[in-house]
Structures are given as C-alpha cells and as structure tokens.
C-alpha cells in the first residue's frame, strides 16, 4: 500500500491511529467469517507478466548460405559499402592494438569507409564489355600494336572533365589541355631538333622523347586544344628554318662535345703522325669516342680510366 | 736493437746503424711475467728497403719504405717540394723515408719505356685530399734526378697565384706581370737540384740576353748564369726563368739533354683568378703572370725529350671549384685542352698492406706511444678512425 494511500485510510477512519491494534483484536470475531479482512497491504496475487517480444531469429550470416559457384555478380551488382556477412572472404583491415591481431571484417568502420571494388570482379567486368560490345564498332584494322599506333596517331591530347553535384557544373580547370607528341615522330634533322631543343626547354622529356605542351590560356578547352595545335605547327616550322645569323655557332655554343675539329683532335693526329712504329687509325677512333664519352656522357672514375687506357695506346705505352 | 745505457727517462739504442734516443715506455713494453721476469714484447718492425735508387723499385717492394739520403733531400728538396708535416715528421725520426706505392712505380715505369723522340708525354696523378699524390711526386722526382733528367720542379704553383710575395708590372713586357722574389726562389732551387748535370751536360746558352746597358748575358754561357744572375737582380728573374725554359726546351730538342717538368697541382696555372689586385682594383688573371705563362709554354707538345708529371689536386682550385676531385671538372676546359691527350693515374687510400705497414713503420719509429696501437683491435681501430687515407692517419697519429 502507497504512502498516500495509507494516509487516506488514516484520515478517514476517526481514532483509527491510536487505537488500531486494539479495534483489530477485539473486533475479531470468528463466528462472523463474512466479515472483511482489511488488508493493509495488499500481495498482489499474480506478477504482471511482461509482454511476450517477439524474438526476432539471428540468422547466420549470408555468406554461409551462398554457393561456391554463385553468379558474384547478382550479389554485389553495384558500388556499395562493405558489409561484412554477404563477403565470403576474411579480409582484416586497420591499426591492431596493443597485443591484438588486426581487426577483423565484423564492424570494420575502416572497410566500410574505404571503397571497395567487389561490383567490378573480372568475370562481371567481362559481362558488361559483353554487353556494351553491340555499342561500339570494331577496333580499326591496323592499329593493333601500340607502335602502329603511335606511328599512325603520335600525337595525344588530354583533357580532364570535373563533376560536381553543386548548383553549377561548372570547373576551371576542364580548360586545360595537354598535348603530347613524341619527337621521333616530328622526324628533324639534327639542326631541326637542336634547335626545337633550345625552343621548348624544359617542355621536353629527355627520357621519353616526349615534347609536352600544356594549355590554359584560354576560357574552353576546344579554344586550348586549338591552341596547342598551332605551338606545335610553329615550333616544328621554325625549326626547319634556318636563319641567316645562325653560322655564328661557335663551339662554345654546342648542346654536345663533338671531337672532329677540336684541340684534342688536333694534339692527338700530332702525336700520332709523329710516332714512327705505324699505329692502326683505331687507337685514333677508340680515341675520339672515349673522349666524345667523357665529355657528354660525364665524367667518372670509369670513363678517366677509359681515357687513360686509349691514351696509353696512343702514345705507344701499352 | 741493442738497448745501452738507460738515462732517466730516455734509453739510447742503436736501430739500423743509427743511434736514436726513444722513450723508455717505448722501448721493448716490457711486462712482467709470474717469475717477476722483464720480458721484452717485440715491437713490429718496419717493412723496409735498403735500395735507394727508385729506379730499382719494382712491384716486390711495395708497402716498404726506403729512406732517402740527407744530402739528396737537401739537394732536391731543400727549397720545397715536401710537405711542411711530412718534413717535421721527417725531422722527428731523423730520416726522411717514404713508402714505395703503385702509383709511382706504374709511372716511373712508363716513363722509363716512354719514346722521347715523341713530344712529352704528360702523367697526371690525380685522387682526393691526402691519399699521397705529391708524396708519390716526391718519389718520381727522385727516380728522374737519379736517372739524369733535368728537373724542371714547381712545388707549389698556387703559391704565385695566391700568396706570392711580390708582383710588379713587367720591364720588359707590358702586358705581363713578374714575381720577383718568388722567382729568386725558383732559380734558386733549380740551381740546387741542377747544378751538378748540368756542368756534366755542359749546356751553354744559344742567344744574348741584354737586360740593361751594362748587363747582358752572352750565347755560349753555361746556363747556370742565368739562373745565377736571375738570384741577385730580382728584378730579371722572372726573364731569366723564361729565358731558362727557352734554352732547356732548345737543347732538348736538339737530343741534348732531357728535361723533367714536375708541377705539383697543375690545375693551378689554369684558375682564372689570382689575389693579385690593379690599380682600377679589379683582379688579375694569372694568365698574364709571366712566370705562369713561361711553365705553360712547356706544356705544349713542340720539343721533345721530354716528360712531364704533375698532380691534379682540388685544394690548388678555388674554393668554388672543389667539388669533385677528377681531372677534367679541376682542370676546365682551358687546362684539358692544353693538357689533352695525358695520361691520368689514380692515387686511392692505403689498401691492407700499406695500412699495415704504415701502422708498423710509426710504431718502429717509436711515434704511436699507446700500448694497444700495435695490437689487432689497435690496428682496426687506427684502420676505422682514418679510413685508410694517409693524411687522416698522420693526423690521428699525432696525438697518439
């Protein structure tokens, strides 16, 4: 019975406080059985029972129910974050901590945050070239290897297109364009070349061979790539010219040490025109290209001891 | 060894005939064994040579060392050609010795086989600091002395460039400038290293030298009054050098004597710059110096006869042009074209042998003090410490 209650019952039955035990033993009367029992507190006969929840089933997870020649393609059709019970595979991901194994698939904030390529498994990647096959038309006959194709197409414009799920579509930089030829391709002669050389600069990938020119200069791309097209015209124009003031290359001017003409040259048919034992004219040509090498290739401890040796031969002291 | 009377702190002994005075903690570590015994722990002796003819040399002897006679070193040396360390370590171990390495030998041995009816050939020993490029030049100026070259010797060409004690505009060139007193000092070590062949050789001079009215040297002179003359009126000097060098060029081409040119950093004549400043304060090239421009007019290839030697080291360049120490970034393209075609030859640190006997030549000489430097950890540790360069572990060894 509740505090409020039972203060209640005090209130209304008059002398009931004081004399409560008393009224209780002498009103007791067994021969009257009808009479009501007051009970202060109550036993509640029966416990409330709590709703029955229905308990939903924890099934195990998927993957234990898929077959091993299932089509991966239906399970995963498309770009999704990883859930762990529909991928077969154990796969752990993340910083261990201290004396843990790595984390394991299951509540992998760090695999479901990464994305993830299971909708693009070869065998469904093929599935969609099968399907996009009918699309496109066949491949040009001709251009199967990549050297046909760049001797046809050496030339490569690149363009980049920026998405943006904003109120404008727009990006600054789809105005860039970058054009790549290859210069065996442009097919100069050495003065060409050279001089297409000292044109570009650092445009120019001594590596590759590749001439890179990039294009911003313009609002769209098509002006830039239009752009690009006429530096390359120009730059291959003026490179076949020849202009009246360019006999004034001296040799302080060349891009490459050239032995024929030099001092070197000079000093080493004198000795070797002095020497009267007829040397054979390739301790002369060995010469020229150890030098030739030491001056353009660099120097090094290898390429003096070259030097060394071919001079011994020279000067007859193998 | 004989071990004699002890004095104090010093014990006089007598090693390879010569009376030394070593440190008594030096001499025979003796340690005492359980009998209460002195007994003498033998001290390394050093790999030596008794030939002191250079010529002799072959590749048997390398890593030993062969002692140089006082007299030689004053005759050859005495006005430079060694250097101050090396000479003060000399002086300390009462002989100037040094080591017999391939370096040197390949060269001696080319120039021994060398055609002279060609145009000089040139040997360029080149390598980084302190490995023994001018050490192994010392050798080869020895070899050419005792084989009857005229040595033509520049010990330090830098100096003229750098430190040089006086430089005047040329009397009798108006486009050139002279060094006086270190001219003076030139004539008068090649005096000292060529007076006595060249009165065996009897060259006399072909042309009149008139340096003032009264003053003129005549054709058929012995060549050592020019040089003679050049010592007492600075003022000529450098003329009389030139002149020198003319006359020696001449009579080698006429298969009348050979001539040894040895220029210790050579890459020094091709630097651009001198410390050397005009009156409108700019820098002089040394190009204009006459001396410089009467050593280069040996190095061109129109005599014969001739053998030229020198080293290429990175401390004779400026100091913005030291970063690598092969010869065509030292020498530019002026010193290559003049020099080309030469013969470079690489001088590297101490391999096993020359370390060994490095270590065993200064503990012999009683100059390594620690007990443990002869021992095995000593020796790796003294290996470790200077990388195997000669320079770095004399310097180590110093304070050892």
Redesign the interface.
């Known amino acids: 019975m509740s505090k409020i209650m039972l203060r209640q019952v005090y209130r209304g039955v008059q002398g009931f406080r004081l004399h409560t035990a008393a009224s209780l033993a002498s009103e007791i009367n067994p021969a009257e059985e009808e009479f009501r029992t007051l009970e202060l507190k109550t036993v509640r006969q029966e416990k409330r029972t709590m709703r029955d929840r229905k308990k939903t089933p924890i099934l195990p997870p998927r993957y234990k129910r898929q077959k091993l020649d299932q089509n991966w393609g239906n399970v995963w059709p498309t770009a999704r974050t990883f859930h762990p019970a529909t991928v077969p595979f154990p796969v752990r991901q993340g910083y261990p901590a201290t004396g843990q194994p790595t984390p394991d698939k299951w509540g992998n904030a760090e695999l479901m945050k990464i994305p993830n390529f299971l909708h693009l498994t070869p065998p469904v990647i093929k599935q969609q070239c099968e399907v996009l096959k009918k699309f496109c038309t066949p491949w040009p006959v001709g251009l199967e290897t990549p050297a046909k194709q760049d001797k046809h197409f050496p030339a490569t414009v690149s363009t980049s297109s920026y998405l943006h799920s904003s109120p404008s579509l727009r990006d600054d930089r789809a105005r860039i364009v970058t054009m790549k030829v290859s210069l065996k391709s442009l097919e100069l002669d050495d003065h060409g070349r050279d001089k297409l050389l000292r044109l570009v600069k650092d445009h120019h990938d001594p590596k590759t061979d590749t001439l890179t020119l990039v294009a911003d200069r313009c609002p769209l791309s098509t002006q830039n790539r239009d752009y690009c097209t006429y530096l390359l015209t120009v730059l291959y124009t003026e490179a076949m010219k020849t202009e009246p003031w360019e006999h004034e290359k001296n040799v302080a001017d060349y891009e490459r040490y050239v032995w024929e003409g030099s ?2 040259e000079a ?2 048919r ?2 070797f025109n ?3 034992d007829s040397p054979s004219e390739d301790v002369l040509t060995e ?1 020229a290209k150890v ?1 030739t090498e ?2 353009n290739e660099g ?3 290898s390429s ?2 070259r ?2 040796e071919s ?2 031969k ?4 193998t | 060894m004989a071990v004699r009377a002890v004095a104090g702190r010093f014990i006089s002994c007598i090693h390879n005939n010569e009376l030394l005075l070593c440190h008594r903690s030096i001499v025979g570590r003796t340690r005492r064994s359980s009998s209460t015994q002195a007994v003498e722990e033998p001290r390394p002796i050093a790999s030596r040579t008794v030939i002191t003819n250079p010529s002799h040399h072959t590749s048997d002897h390398i890593g030993s060392w062969y002692t140089l006679e006082p007299n030689t070193v004053k005759r050859l040396f005495g006005h430079g050609g060694i250097p101050k360390p090396y000479r003060t370590l000399c002086d300390a171990f009462f002989e100037s010795s040094l080591m017999v390495r391939q370096p040197a030998l390949s060269t001696i041995d080319y120039i021994k086989r060398s055609n002279l009816n060609l145009p000089p050939n040139k040997f360029m020993l080149y390598g980084n600091n302190g490995v023994g490029k001018t050490i192994s030049l010392v050798h080869i100026t020895h070899f050419l002395a005792e084989d009857g070259w005229v040595l033509v010797h520049v010990p330090v060409p830098s100096q003229w460039r750098r430190v040089f004690k006086e430089v005047v505009p040329s009397a009798t060139n108006p486009d050139q400038y002279d060094h006086t007193r270190d001219s003076v000092m030139w004539l008068q070590h090649f005096r000292s290293q060529n007076t006595e062949l060249l009165k065996s050789l009897q060259l006399e001079t072909s042309e009149h030298y008139t340096w003032t009215q009264r003053e003129a040297t005549e054709v058929g002179q012995p060549l050592m009054t020019l040089a003679d003359f050049g010592i007492s009126r600075a003022r000529f000097a450098s003329d009389c050098v030139t002149a020198i060098i003319k006359e020696l060029k001449q009579c080698a081409s006429q298969d009348r004597c050979k001539v040894a040119v040895v220029i210790d950093g050579i890459n020094s004549l091709f630097c651009p710059t001198s410390r050397y400043r005009l009156e409108d304060l700019t820098y002089l090239p040394p190009d204009r110096f006459t001396i410089f421009r009467a050593f280069l007019s040996l190095l061109q290839s129109d005599w014969k006869n001739g053998v030229i030697v020198g080293t290429i080291d990175k401390r004779d360049n400026e100091g913005e042009r030291r970063k690598s120490y092969l010869p065509r970034y030292l020498l530019r393209q002026k010193g290559w074209e003049a020099l080309d075609p030469f013969i470079p030859i690489p001088v590297v640190d101490y391999d096993e042998v020359e370390m060994r006997s490095a270590i065993n030549y200064y503990l012999d000489r009683g100059w390594l003090q620690s007990p443990h430097s002869g021992s095995d950890v000593g020796r790796k540790e003294l290996a470790a410490l200077s990388n195997h360069n000669p320079l770095t572990f004399m310097e180590i060894c110093k304070s050892i």
């Open positions: 001092r070197s000093a080493a004198a000795l002095a020497r009267d010469y030098v030491l001056h120097e090094d401890d003096v001891s030097y060394r001079v011994l020279l000067v007859g002291l």
